[in-house]
C-alpha cells in the first residue's frame, strides 16, 4: 500500500522559514509527480508545488520567489521562506505514479 508522510510543520513568526518533507513508502516506483497542496478556504486543495521526476516545477502565483520544491527520489522537500499569515493552512503531500496518493497532511501556522 502506497503510503506519503509528512513532516516539519509547526508554528513560526511572520517573516520566518520552515521545510516540509515528505517521505513516500509501499512502492519501487518513482512517482512522475510529486508535491504539496493547501486547503485553502475552497472546497478543493489548490496546489502550491509540485515537480516531476525529471524536475520540472509548478509554482502557485502567491509563493512564487518564497517556496522551492525539491525532491530526490520519492523524497519531496519544500522549503518555505518567508512566510506570511496567509500561507496558514494544512499542507498536503502529494505523489502521482499516475494514480495520485496523498499524504494525511501536516499544519503549517504563521502567527505572532
Known amino acids: 500500500q502506497v503510503r506519503l508522510v509528512e513532516s516539519g510543520g509547526g508554528l513560526v513568526q511572520p517573516g520566518e522559514s520552515l521545510r516540509l518533507n515528505c517521505e513516500a513508502s509501499g512502492t519501487t516506483s518513482l512517482f512522475v509527480n510529486m508535491g504539496w497542496y493547501r486547503q485553502g478556504s475552497a472546497q478543493q486543495r489548490e496546489l502550491v508545488a509540485t515537480?516531476?521526476?525529471?524536475?520540472d516545477t509548478k509554482y502557485a502565483d502567491s509563493v512564487k520567489g518564497r517556496f522551492a520544491v525539491s525532491r530526490h527520489g520519492n523524497l519531496a522537500t519544500l522549503q518555505m521562506t518567508r512566510l506570511a499569515p496567509a500561507d496558514t493552512d494544512v499542507y498536503y503531500c502529494i505523489g502521482e505514479i499516475p494514480g495520485r496518493y496523498w499524504g494525511q497532511g501536516t499544519q503549517v501556522t504563521v502567527s505572532s
Open positions: 515537480i516531476t521526476n525529471r524536475g
